[in-house]
T-cell receptor, first 113, second 111 residues
Framework: ETGVTQTPRHLVMGMTNKKSLKCEQHLGHNAMYWYKQSAKKPLELMFVYSLEERVENNSVPSRFSPECPNSSHLFLHLHTLQPEDSALYLC????????????FGPGTRLTVT | QKEVEQNSGPLSVPEGAIASLNCTYSDRGSQSFFWYRQYSGKSPELIMFIYSNGDKEDGRFTAQLNKASQYVSLLIRDSQPSDSATYLCAVGTGANSKLTFGKGITLSVRP
């Protein structure tokens, strides 16, 4: 789905590093999401933004900090992560918050060493 | 706690057969239902969505929804090896349409 792009595609970071994941959607959508996908677990919703306003924070540790400067861009700032945070981080967007379909970006494969 | 259950699989069918993937959900207030396909190493791709009871067909795919039984299924007709993937069921509930995903079921289509 080229409508939602994510960078970087792969990231290896140490536990003391600070890094950021970027997501951009070209679909004219108003809602954006961060998900975490770990092996053998269902997709976990982390954050939801609607028109740049955070509407959901799904009990995510503070070492993950989202930022949504406008309706097309979404960031996930990472600091002092743990090895168990290694996962595929997926960004998605939808037209709105109601019963709309969500479209995913390609994801960032994160490894914390 | 809202739950979405899918058979653990894997499911193996011969090429040309019908693959039937099932999903049940716990929240009766759920309003939207989605099937995503995820190839190994890739992100989920939306293939079907359904909001009303009954069947919805799109090419070789048919989604079936029964809200009374809290059951949604995906039928893939004339299965092809390229259909081999993990299929994720997702259910949306509430004003924010928060999606709850099942663990997924892996389908293998044998040539």
């Amino acid at each position: 789905e080229t409508g939602v792009t994510q960078t970087p595609r792969h990231l290896v970071m140490g536990m003391t590093n600070k890094k950021s994941l970027k997501c951009e959607q070209h679909l004219g959508h108003n809602a954006m999401y961060w998900y975490k996908q770990s092996a053998k677990k269902p997709l976990e919703l982390m954050f939801v933004y609607s028109l740049e306003e955070r509407v959901e924070n799904n009990s995510v540790p503070s070492r993950f900090s989202p930022e949504c400067p406008n309706s097309s861009h979404l960031f996930l700032h990472l600091h002092t992560l743990q090895p168990e945070d290694s996962a595929l981080y997926l960004c998605a967007s939808s037209l709105g918050l109601a019963v709309y379909e969500q479209y995913f970006g390609p994801g960032t494969r994160l490894t914390v060493t | 706690q809202k739950e979405v259950e899918q058979n653990s699989g894997p499911l193996s069918v011969p090429e040309g057969a019908i693959a039937s993937l099932n999903c049940t959900y716990s929240d009766r207030g759920s309003q939207s239902f989605f099937w995503y396909r995820q190839y190994s190493g890739k992100s989920p791709e939306l293939i079907m969505f359904i909001y009303s009871n009954g069947d919805k067909e799109d090419g070789r795919f048919t989604a079936q929804l029964n809200k009374a039984s809290q059951y949604v299924s995906l039928l893939i007709r004339d299965s092809q090896p390229s259909d081999s993937a993990t299929y994720l069921c997702a259910v949306g509930t509430g004003a924010n349409s928060k999606l709850t995903f099942g663990k997924g079921i892996t389908l293998s289509v044998r040539p």
